[in-house]
């Protein structure tokens, strides 16, 4: 094996922990993402439209069933109080 091999080698080992390492960060910054504080009772969260507007309008809403400020499983169909439509 030559040197050049083993730079080459070396290099794919670094951008495979590299990509390994990103991977990790983003399931982290998901999870934190899934992780809604507000309780559904708090919310007024309810499993069905209110006034036409649903979770999968929503900015907070995270597909396919989360919220970023509530907690628990959240239905895309779903509402509540802290309802913020996507912008178009
Ligand atoms: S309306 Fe928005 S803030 Fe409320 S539960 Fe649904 S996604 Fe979350």
Same mark, same amino acid.
């Given at each position: 094996?030559? /040197?050049?091999?083993? &730079?080459?080698?070396? /290099?794919?080992?670094g951008k495979l922990v590299a990509a390994a390492t990103a991977v990790a960060a983003f399931a982290g910054l998901r +999870?934190? +993402?899934?992780?809604?504080t507000i309780d559904q009772q708090t919310a007024h969260y309810v499993s069905h439209p209110t006034f036409g507007n649903t979770c999968s309008g929503c900015v907070h809403f995270i597909s396919p069933d989360s919220c970023q400020i509530?907690?628990?499983? &959240?239905?895309?169909?779903?509402?509540?109080?802290y309802y913020s439509p996507k912008m178009p």
């Amino acid at each position: 094996m030559d /040197d050049a091999t083993r &730079i080459s080698r070396r /290099d794919l080992i670094g951008k495979l922990v590299a990509a390994a390492t990103a991977v990790a960060a983003f399931a982290g910054l998901r +999870a934190r +993402a899934k992780a809604g504080t507000i309780d559904q009772q708090t919310a007024h969260y309810v499993s069905h439209p209110t006034f036409g507007n649903t979770c999968s309008g929503c900015v907070h809403f995270i597909s396919p069933d989360s919220c970023q400020i509530v907690a628990g499983t &959240i239905s895309p169909h779903g509402s509540c109080k802290y309802y913020s439509p996507k912008m178009p």
